[in-house]
């Protein structure tokens, strides 16, 4: 049971190239968040996904799309990724209710982009 | 929207000493989670605490809901508690769009 899996680990993008971030979970969960992380901050939700076949915008959206591809996966698009972009970024899964209230991350995506 | 506040940013502790670290929130809120990100960058959920008292070993926390903060407390520290603790919060809704605040970097030294 490996909980929330991200991939890649690490990336080294130029300005202007294009890349997706995937997220897999098997836990059976309904919604799945990205969250990224820069320097001396806390976590901010770029996106997330209630269910199957929906997704959200969150606090910062631009530059991001996201793809619901089944309930197990949920992927996160640079399209021309730019050094502001650079961060680390967290896939999350929360189980359906607050009743246990633990969230799930990922290990994580060290992004760098040049 | 909702704003979190952690103090303090900073801690330096030695080993086997006390420390309670504070989490103020803006507004209301229906879900509180104290995480802690350890040296390698995993980040675990300690507690999921909209209100009152929970404890889990070394490590309790309390949240006053109606003063709109918590207080995440640690007992006889160890290096392994080493790293940066974050308090999250949701103000509505039925999901985890959590805000966090911008954590407490602790350094637990032998």
């Known amino acids: 049971n490996a909980g929330v899996t991200q991939t890649p680990k690490f990336q080294v993008l130029k300005t202007g190239q294009s890349m997706t971030l995937q997220c897999a979970q098997d836990?059976?969960?309904?919604?799945m968040y990205w969250y990224r992380q820069d320097p001396g901050m806390g976590l901010r939700l770029i996106y997330y996904?209630?269910?199957?076949?929906?997704?959200d915008k969150g606090e910062v959206p631009n530059g991001y799309n996201v793809s619901r591809l089944n309930k197990r996966e949920f992927s996160l698009r640079l399209e021309s990724a730019a050094p502001s972009q650079t961060s680390v970024y967290f896939c999350?899964?929360?189980?359906?209710?607050?009743?246990?209230?633990?969230?799930?991350f990922g290990e994580g995506s060290r992004l760098t982009v040049l | 929207g909702i704003q979190v506040e952690q103090s303090p940013p900073d801690l330096i502790l030695q080993e086997g000493a006390n420390s309670t670290l504070r989490c103020n929130f803006s507004?209301?809120?229906?879900?509180l989670q104290w995480f802690h990100q350890n040296p390698w960058g995993q980040l675990i959920n300690l507690f999921y605490?909209?209100?009152g008292t929970k404890q889990n070993g070394r490590l309790s926390a309390t949240t006053v809901a109606t003063e709109r903060y918590s207080l995440l407390y640690i007992s006889s520290s160890q290096t392994t508690d080493s790293g940066v603790y974050f308090c999250?919060?949701?103000?509505?809704?039925?999901?985890?769009?959590?805000?966090f605040g911008k954590g407490t970097l602790l350094t637990v030294n032998p």
């Open positions: 999350a899964s929360p189980p359906g209710s607050f009743a246990t209230g633990e969230l799930f």
């Open positions: 836990m059976n969960h309904n919604s």
């Open positions: 996904s209630a269910s199957e076949g929906t997704t």
């Open positions: 507004d209301s809120v229906n879900n």
């Open positions: 605490i909209p209100s």
């Open positions: 999250a919060v949701n103000s509505g809704g039925s999901n985890y769009k959590l805000t």
